[in-house]
Nanobody, 127 residues
Framework: QVQLVESGGGLVQAGDSLRLSCVAS????????MGWFRQAPGKEREFVAA????????VYRDSVKGRFTISRDNAKNTVYLQMNGLKPEDTAVYSC????????????????????WGQGTQVTVSS
């Protein structure tokens, strides 16, 4: 069992930055692919970014490339999402997710490949 707790969300203006954190507990953290997803009101949940268990390879959705950076500190059981140049369309509830077993990189974008989820943190970007 893995528990995930996100923090760092808030209300910011367009162009500002936020760093989201997700702390994991319950099982060895370094063995899981981790992902960030977001869901805006009235929309389906969408993939944002993912990072390998080792913290090496990463994948991003096209609309956040160059603005968002996912990273992890396995010693702290924490995954981060640094968000720069925020836009109103980034407004959503952001949730982190952990895989239960190995996922090939081709599958990192799909929420059904993740077994554990946090409760989410709200990010609101005003124009």
């Amino acid at each position: 069992q893995v528990q995930l707790v996100e923090s760092g969300g808030g209300l910011v203006q367009a162009g500002d930055s936020l760093r989201l954190s997700c702390v994991a507990s319950g099982r060895p953290f370094g063995s899981n692919t981790m992902g960030w997803f977001r869901q805006a009101p009235g929309k389906e949940r969408e993939f944002v970014a993912a990072i390998s268990a080792s913290g090496g390879p990463t994948v991003y959705r096209d609309s956040v490339k160059g603005r968002f950076t996912i990273s992890r500190d396995n010693a702290k059981n924490t995954v981060y999402l640094q968000m720069n140049g925020l836009k109103p369309e980034d407004t959503a509830v952001y949730s982190c997710a952990a895989a239960q077993s190995y996922i090939p990189a081709s599958g990192w974008r799909y929420s059904t490949n993740y077994h554990y989820w946090g409760q989410g943190t709200q990010v609101t970007v005003s124009s």
